[in-house]
């Protein structure tokens, strides 16, 4: 019984629709409300404690609330809370960024990953004076017109494939593509040759749950991009500075045109930022005739909080994370084999989603082939049994550096459970 979270929940939908302020927050009969989060374990108003694989959907890679940048950020408390005038610390933070991404040499800080797609797009329309872009099914780059279409996450989750609301000009001049099939790219690219201003990718999918590239898939998506002269943007909202200290694009030896970054490059208070060639960037107001803007953009808060967490990352191995990581997916994979229920546990880096799916999921259209209602036993049972997962079939799991080897035989052992009593509803 969750008698503080029942009441909470009451009171916000009438506030709020479903009672809460992004769809993926929301589950039935009513999501747990939080009061708080230290290292790898976030705890609910009725005072239970879980190990934490959602991590705010991505951003506490530290885990939650580590002492560093808490200091930090009370030091600066008083200082003020924003400015609207430029501050030491949003160059101290872009000069990590730009010595750790080489293929962003100016940048842009948002308030979130959605504003920073939408200024991309706009941006790469500009500079390449074409409008077509393409985009991948199950990617999602945020809540915006631009990007809504075969959209992941929220979008999969509640069976909404594109958002009503986008006027058809609009629409029309976004084209989806199936991730990790190049036969669908060439086709894209041969019927709108000339007219692509660029391409955005997610090069790790993890809003459909976590879909890996299939070798060589990014790199012929650059080949094409470069014959016809469009854009490359990768979205790295969710994979910058989770794989290794830079982009995913580090790790494969791709130059983007454009990156998009988010999530942990805030430590976990808002932001977002898109960067690449200056050529390009300085297209940006006033420098040039896009328009760009936020009165929150680079807060100082922020720009502290993101400066921290970088600080500490560039000690870490992400070797760690990794290997947890590896040792979660392969047990889970055994406890489910053991209980009779098909699964395929995809993980890549510290990234991973149980799948309730009898078949390989490597695309958007397996993933959507999965058992969602299972999934849901299998997050209630877990929770119940202390482990806090995104709830969604169509989310990945986050594994933070707070974790240790004492919530890695809790999870094995709270999976094993999990898996044990969801039998009955095969
Ligand atoms: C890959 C990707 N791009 C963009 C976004 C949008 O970021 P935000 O929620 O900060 O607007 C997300 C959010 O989850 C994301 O995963």
Do not use: W
Request: glycine share 10%; with cysteine.
């Amino acid at each position: 019984m969750s008698v503080r979270s029942e009441s909470l929940f009451r009171e916000s939908i009438d506030i709020f629709p479903s009672g809460v302020n992004s769809p993926v927050r929301y589950y039935g009969p009513y999501p747990e409300f939080i009061e708080r989060a230290h290292g790898p374990y976030i705890e609910d108003v009725d005072g239970r404690r879980y190990i934490d694989y959602c991590l705010g959907f991505g951003p506490s890679i530290l885990g939650h609330s580590p002492e560093n940048v808490v200091k930090k950020l009370k030091e600066k408390l008083a200082d003020g809370f924003i400015y609207g005038a430029p501050t030491e610390n949003e160059s101290k933070l872009g000069k990590v960024i730009k010595g750790a991404i080489p293929s962003i040499e100016k940048m842009r800080f948002t308030n979130s990953g959605t504003e920073a797609t939408m200024h991309a797009i706009r941006l790469a329309r500009a500079f390449m004076k074409r409008d077509i872009i393409v985009k991948f099914d199950g990617a999602y780059h945020g809540s915006h017109d631009y990007v809504l279409q075969k959209m992941g996450s929220g979008g999969l989750t509640f069976g909404i494939s594109s958002s009503p609301g986008i006027p058809e000009q609009v629409s029309s001049t976004v084209v989806v593509g199936k991730f990790n099939d190049e036969e669908s790219v060439r086709k894209i690219f041969s019927t709108f040759k000339g007219k692509i201003a660029a391409v955005i990718v997610e090069p790790v999918l993890g809003n459909v749950g976590v879909i890996p590239p299939a070798g060589g898939f990014l790199n012929f998506l650059e080949e094409q991009c470069r014959q016809d002269g469009s854009l490359l943007i990768f979205d790295e909202v969710i994979t910058g500075f989770r794989f290794t200290f830079g982009g995913y694009q580090n790790s494969i030896g791709i130059k983007p045109d454009i990156t998009i970054l988010g999530k942990i490059i805030g430590g976990g208070l808002p932001v977002g930022l898109f960067g690449g060639r200056s050529d390009i960037m300085d297209m940006i107001a006033p420098s040039g005739p896009v328009y760009e803007g936020g009165t929150f953009s680079g807060n100082p808060l922020t720009m502290i909080a993101g400066y921290e967490t970088l600080s500490e990352l560039r000690k870490k191995e992400y070797r760690e994370i990794g290997a947890y990581t590896e040792k979660i997916a392969s047990s889970a994979s055994d406890s489910a084999r053991k209980y009779g229920i098909q699964v395929q546990v995809n993980n890549t880096g510290p990234m991973f989603t149980i799948f309730f799916n009898r078949n390989k999921v490597d695309s958007y259209d397996s993933a959507a082939e999965s058992n969602s209602r299972l999934f849901m036993e299998f997050f209630k049972t877990a929770k119940d049994n202390g482990i806090y997962l995104p709830p969604s079939q169509f989310e990945s799991n986050f594994v933070s550096f707070a974790h240790c080897k004492n919530e890695l035989e809790k999870t094995i052992e709270a999976f094993e459970v999990s898996f044990r009593e969801i039998k009955k509803y095969l």
